[in-house]
């Protein structure tokens, strides 16, 4: 009687990590970015018209969008609206988050990216606003209960963007509506180490700085003697080290892939990008 139990539970242990082995292998083969939302920037494909951007991102298995306004213009019409989301249901990819926007004090004005943002379903606004722009974005986060990612540009000409850091963002928005925080761009963060700007920027820790503010992330990786993105690993990002601190930050948004070189045809880059981020991913998943 021993001896047939003992057998039979082990068969029923044997039979359960079968089963869940099974289980985890399919999971994998359906999500291959351990649970994290990942797609990308279209202006990566810029040079492509927004059917051929979405090609590419389907053979790269990006299943989320952050739409550059050249391919999903502000302007589109409510029948031009229904095709970018035609088209996105053919390709399997989610229309998360678009810009980048230059909201104003106006409401009227910016009133115009949040109804936009409302007919596609978006979540995320990525954003360059005005430095008196918060208090209309108080309202109208509020109204529409979409977020406002402000984006880091790094060094513009001589001079570093108005918002190219997470301590220079924190303190514009921690007394606003919660729905008002960042989307940093590692790339633009690596940037600011230039010279004459020399302002070290650890991605990592710039992510932990903005902590539940974090709305979106453009992922780049960036080499500041060739002054060019290139393939994550080849400059200084450290992919794993980003991911852990979404994961402590408990972030749920979109990591929007975005690469600027080789604008004539970028996908074989960003395959290569993309091996990076699922290896990390594999290993530190979300919270």
Known sequence: MSHSTTRREFLAASLGALAAT??????????????????????????????????????????????????????????????????????????????VFPFVKDIDKSRVYFEFARKQGLKVLTADPAPDAFDTLDKLCEEYKVAVAIHPHGPIGNALHKWYSAEIILAAVKDHHPLIGSCLDTGHLIRSAQEPF???????????????RNFGIHLKDHDNKKREDVIYGQGVLDVPAVLQALREVKFDGMISVEYEAKPEEPTADVAECLAVVKRAASTIHPA
């Open 198 to 212: 020399g302002k070290k920027l650890d991605p990592a820790e710039q992510i932990r700085i903005m902590g539940s």
């Open 22 to 99: 099974s289980w985890a292998a399919r999971g994998a083969e359906a999500d291959p970015w351990g649970g994290w939302k990942v797609g990308a920037q279209s202006y990566t494909w810029r040079q492509f018209t927004f059917e051929q951007a979405l090609d590419r991102m389907k053979k790269c298995d990006l299943r989320y969008l952050e739409s550059f306004p050249a391919h999903v213009p502000l302007e589109s019409s409510g029948q031009q609206l229904e095709a970018v989301q035609r088209l996105c249901k053919e390709h399997n990819v989610v229309p998360y988050a678009s810009g």
